[in-house]
């Protein structure tokens, strides 16, 4: 394989070539072995692929999850501050006489 650049670090570093052949060029216990192997990388892609998606998905849930417990957090919050400002209303607190 010929490299794309200087000093070739990954697989996308080299020039990609498409060849192609008769089938009926190789044995039948070749063919089986050649769908065999494509197989496999076809269902190794797949799964890669698939746990890559399940881990992203958990990583959205548990993302969804916390800003609902921040968002209940903040409201609890604000929901504090009002029922206090309330109440220091309602007494008539003067707050430049707060000991």
């Known amino acids: 394989m010929e490299p794309k650049v200087h000093v070739p670090r990954s697989a996308n570093d080299y020039k990609t070539f498409v060849f192609s052949f008769d089938t009926k060029q190789i044995h039948h ?43 209940t957090s903040s409201l609890a919050k ?4 009002e029922g206090l400002e309330d109440l220091v209303l309602n007494l008539g607190l003067n707050h430049k006489d707060v000991k």
């Open 29 to 71: 216990i070749d063919q089986i072995d050649l769908r065999k192997q494509a197989r496999e990388m076809i269902y190794t892609s797949l799964t890669t692929y698939a746990m890559a998606t399940s881990k992203l998905q958990a990583s959205l849930n548990n993302i969804h999850s916390q800003l609902k417990i921040e968002n």
């Open 78 to 81: 604000d929901t504090k501050i």
